[in-house]
């Protein structure tokens, strides 16, 4: 059964696939998580319901997948340049000025889904938030073994606190979107401070 149920799963070309995520999160910038259904997907990317259900159980399971393949090519995983400022400026560096802004305003709009949505946040939590978090701790650990950070800093478990507030914290506070510019300033300033570790 689990061999069928793959076999079902995996019709879908990744070029499809790609052409369906980009429709839904042009769907989730027009109308919002609340008023996106599964028969919009569907007439948006002349597909069947069935087949929509079949591959992705649902609109939750669909979204967080959707904006997970939105992220900027490469990955934390893809990312090792000897240092901790080095390998942070560097996963700063994946997403352009353009993409971070559509990405602040996506999330923003997301974020209220999450609170009054627990299957939304289910699937966040399963295909983005406890994959990166995992990376993060991978790179992280990297850092700790180079001697750059000490492990019992208590600022380690507050990193992603630290760069998610920094993001998010950017429009509310400055009313601008937040650019690579600010985040690598943000990094220096008080993310590697926080760390022990020097930007010089």
């Known amino acids: 059964m689990a061999e069928v149920a793959t076999a079902r799963r995996s019709r879908i070309t990744p070029e499809r696939e790609a ?16 008023a996106l259904t ?6 948006r990317t002349r597909s069947s319901k069935a087949t929509l259900y079949r591959q992705w159980g649902g609109k939750a399971e669909l979204v967080a997948k959707a904006v997970r393949h939105d992220k900027p090519g490469g990955s934390l995983s893809d990312i090792d340049t000897g240092s901790l400022r080095g390998d942070l400026h560097a996963l700063t560096m994946l ?22 949505n627990p299957d939304l946040l289910s699937a966040f939590r399963e ?5 990166e978090l995992l990376e993060l701790q991978r790179l992280l650990q990297r850092a700790i073994d180079r ?27 400055d009313e601008q979107p937040p650019t690579q510019v600010f985040l690598l300033s943000y990094i220096d300033a008080v993310v590697l401070p926080a760390l022990g570790v020097p930007t010089l």
């Open 147 to 173: 001697g750059e950070v000490r492990a019992d800093n208590p600022a380690l478990d507050y990193m992603v606190h630290m760069m998610i507030g920094a993001f998010a914290a950017r429009t509310l506070i």
């Open 38 to 43: 599964m028969d919009a997907v569907a007439a």
């Open 127 to 131: 295909h983005i938030i406890e994959p």
């Open 19 to 34: 052409e369906l995520y980009e429709a839904v999160l042009d769907l989730l910038r027009e109308v919002g998580y609340d």
């Open 95 to 116: 997403s352009d000025d353009c993409k971070m802004e559509q990405n602040s305003a996506l999330m923003r709009g997301l974020a209220m889904a999450i609170h009054s």
